[in-house]
């Protein structure tokens, strides 16, 4: 992911990787965070409190537009996961064109969590 990150910005998106399973916690997190050196927002939901609800023992990637909307959805598995090609190539998909993109900046999209 952290090899695709900066493609993945220039499209006018951000990655935003939700962590649930952390043994250690809050300071388990920033560990995993500092080791990882991910230069995009790595956030907790231990206890899969609120991502449990969409995302039931996956790893799965979700590209969400600034309405909040879900434009796709790349499904894995703890030691299948999408990679940071796979959500780039997915996030071009869906992703207006570049004569509407310019026009229209508001329409990028996000991506939740993955690894590349």
Same mark, same amino acid.
């Given at each position: 992911?952290?090899?695709?990150?900066? @493609?993945?910005?220039?499209?006018?998106?951000?990655?935003?990787?939700?962590?649930?399973?952390? @043994?250690?916690?809050?300071?388990?997190?920033?560990?995993?965070?500092?080791?990882?050196?991910?230069?995009?927002?790595?956030?907790?939901?231990?206890?899969? @409190?609120?991502?449990?609800?969409?995302?039931?023992?996956?790893?799965?990637?979700?590209?969400?537009?600034?309405?909040?909307?879900?434009?796709?959805v790349l499904t894995g598995r703890?030691?299948?996961?999408?990679?940071?090609?796979?959500?780039?190539?997915?996030?071009?998909?869906?992703?207006?064109?570049?004569?509407?993109? @310019?026009?229209?900046?508001?329409?990028?999209?996000?991506?939740?969590?993955?690894?590349?």
């Open positions: 992911m952290q090899q695709q990150y900066q @493609k993945i910005q220039a499209l006018g998106a951000e990655v935003i990787a939700i962590q649930r399973e952390n @043994k250690d916690g809050p300071s388990g997190l920033k560990r995993t965070a500092r080791n990882s050196g991910a230069r995009f927002v790595v956030a907790g939901d231990l206890g899969a @409190k609120a991502t449990g609800h969409y995302s039931r023992g996956g790893f799965h990637t979700y590209i969400v537009d600034r309405q909040g909307v879900i434009q796709a703890k030691f299948d996961r999408p990679t940071g090609q796979q959500i780039l190539a997915r996030l071009k998909s869906v992703l207006p064109s570049n004569e509407e993109s @310019k026009d229209a900046s508001t329409n990028a999209a996000g991506t939740g969590p993955g690894r590349g």
